[in-house]
């Protein structure tokens, strides 16, 4: 059995042109004007396939395949999220979504009769770009945060995504997580270059980073860039840059697994002839294992309060938000390089180093994840780019491990 790959290959093509700008940048925030086109149009191939549609509070999408004589059985589950970065690619999270989709319509069109309902989700707010934090959507599903919170979220432009859900029409009323899955299987695009430079068709994600994001305020003194002695200054920008190359080094320590960014930084009064009194920026750090994470951001802690005394300043820490690593189910992890293996493709055990729904999804339910390749290691870009045989062995795979959970047993 096969997934009709052209098809698959010109939804992603036809989803992908939603949340173009004059300029042919795609942009498609949560709960804007750009998601809810492509909400709609990922509601439409739901229901020509035969879905029923189901919203819940945070409006996460489920089409569901019903299974008239097992209603009563937990779903088989599976789907990503369509929402995207800013000026981003056509892969990331929508291939998960569509080939969700895509499985349902061949499982129907070889007449197989699930022992299970069988959902494919599309959670909100995965990038977290407009609403903080990521993969809310799928947190809220988990139970990681209620969705009265939630929906008060405001965003980066000053909105209330409560609001915005019914603006655009996607207010569910459904409570979060009420199809407890039995399994969820997501499909993603890599992310990063390792299956693309090892030549690897297949990656069986058997875990996931944990992930820790903290905004840094550190406050210095205002002055003039010419008059004042280096010996005199507090400066906010030196401070903030230490940090940076501090991150760094401890990456860079034998052994390591952590990587580490300061993704954003804004100096104040962030003149050219003002030394800043004051820097505000983000760290991203993350570790797969636990306790490598923890002792990161010890360090972490400890050098800036090393800093506050060797260079005067004064340091804010606030916490934006933490996520533990996550080991995937065995069993399904097995299922995935087993589905490989019989389609004769190439794969390799792998870490997921981007958060994904499935680290929440992992709480609720045996989880697991399948990687394709990413041209070039190539995401959150224009150029991201993925194969479309490597998109339909990705598909392929799914389909079998799906057909594994919601078949009868022989």
């Known amino acids: 059995m096969r997934i009709d790959g052209r098809r698959l290959i010109k939804n992603i093509e036809d989803l992908g042109k939603t949340g173009l700008d004059a300029q042919g940048r795609r942009s498609r925030t949560a709960a804007s004007d750009a998601d809810k086109a492509a909400r709609d149009l990922v509601c439409m191939w739901m229901?020509?396939?035969?879905?029923?549609?189901?919203?819940?509070?945070?409006?996460?999408?489920?089409?569901?395949?019903?299974?008239?004589?097992n209603k009563d059985e937990e779903p088989f589950m599976t789907g990503s999220h369509i929402d995207t970065v800013i000026n981003a690619g056509k892969y990331d999270g929508?291939?998960?979504?569509?080939?969700?989709?895509?499985?349902?319509?061949?499982?129907?069109?070889?007449?197989?009769?699930?022992?299970?309902?069988?959902?494919?989700?599309a959670f909100t707010n995965e990038e977290g770009v407009r609403y903080a934090?990521?993969?809310?959507?799928s947190l809220v599903y988990a139970g990681g945060l209620d969705a009265e919170t939630?929906?008060?979220i405001r965003g980066v432009d000053g909105s209330v995504l409560g609001d915005e859900l019914k603006r655009i029409g996607y207010a569910g009323s459904g409570e979060p997580g009420f199809a407890r899955p039995c399994a969820f299987i997501e499909l993603h695009i890599?992310?990063?270059?390792i299956l693309d430079q090892?030549?690897?068709?297949?990656?069986?994600?058997?875990?996931?980073q944990g992930i820790s994001w903290f905004e840094v305020t550190i406050e210095g003194r205002q002055n003039h860039a010419g008059t004042t002695p280096t010996a005199m200054r507090i400066d906010a920008g030196l401070a903030a840059s230490k940090v940076n190359v501090f991150l760094r080094d401890r990456c860079l320590l034998p052994g390591s697994r952590t990587v580490a960014t300061v993704g954003t930084i804004a100096f104040e009064p962030n003149a050219v002839n003002v030394i800043p009194e004051k820097a505000v920026f983000t760290v991203d750090l993350r570790n797969p294992d636990e306790e490598a994470l923890s002792a990161e951001e010890h360090a972490l802690m400890d050098y800036l309060r090393e800093l506050e005394k060797t260079d005067h300043v004064k340091v804010t820490v606030?916490?934006?938000?933490?996520?533990?690593?996550?080991?995937?189910?065995?069993?399904?992890?097995?299922?995935?390089?087993?589905?490989?293996?019989?389609?004769?493709?190439?794969?390799?055990?792998?870490?997921?180093?981007?958060?994904?729904?499935?680290?929440?999804?992992a709480t609720v339910c045996p989880t697991a994840m399948i990687f394709v390749p990413s041209i070039?290691?190539?995401?959150?870009?224009?150029?991201?780019?993925?194969?479309?045989?490597?998109?339909?062995n990705g598909a392929n795979v799914l389909l079998d491990v799906a057909l594994l959970n919601v078949s009868a047993p022989e």
């Not at 890599?190 to 270059?193: I, V, W």
């Not at 090892?198 to 996931?208: A, M, P, R, S, W």
């Not at 290691?377 to 993925?386: A, K, L, V």
């Open 94 to 121: 929508c291939l998960g979504v569509l080939a969700g989709i895509e499985i349902v319509r061949t499982l129907k069109e070889n007449g197989v009769k699930p022992v299970r309902p069988v959902v494919v989700a």
């Open 150 to 152: 939630a929906l008060k």
């Open 198 to 208: 090892e030549g690897i068709q297949i990656g069986v994600v058997e875990d996931l």
């Open 318 to 361: 606030c916490r934006r938000s933490r996520f533990k690593p996550v080991l995937f189910d065995a069993g399904i992890v097995d299922m995935i390089e087993k589905g490989a293996a019989d389609r004769s493709l190439s794969c390799r055990r792998i870490t997921s180093g981007a958060g994904q729904d499935a680290q929440n999804l």
């Open 133 to 137: 934090p990521d993969m809310l959507g």
């Open 190 to 193: 890599e992310q990063g270059p």
């Open 376 to 392: 070039g290691g190539i995401s959150h870009n224009p150029q991201e780019y993925t194969r479309d045989e490597d998109v339909i």
């Open 47 to 69: 229901e020509e396939t035969g879905m029923r549609i189901a919203v819940d509070k945070i409006g996460n999408i489920f089409g569901i395949w019903d299974s008239p004589d």
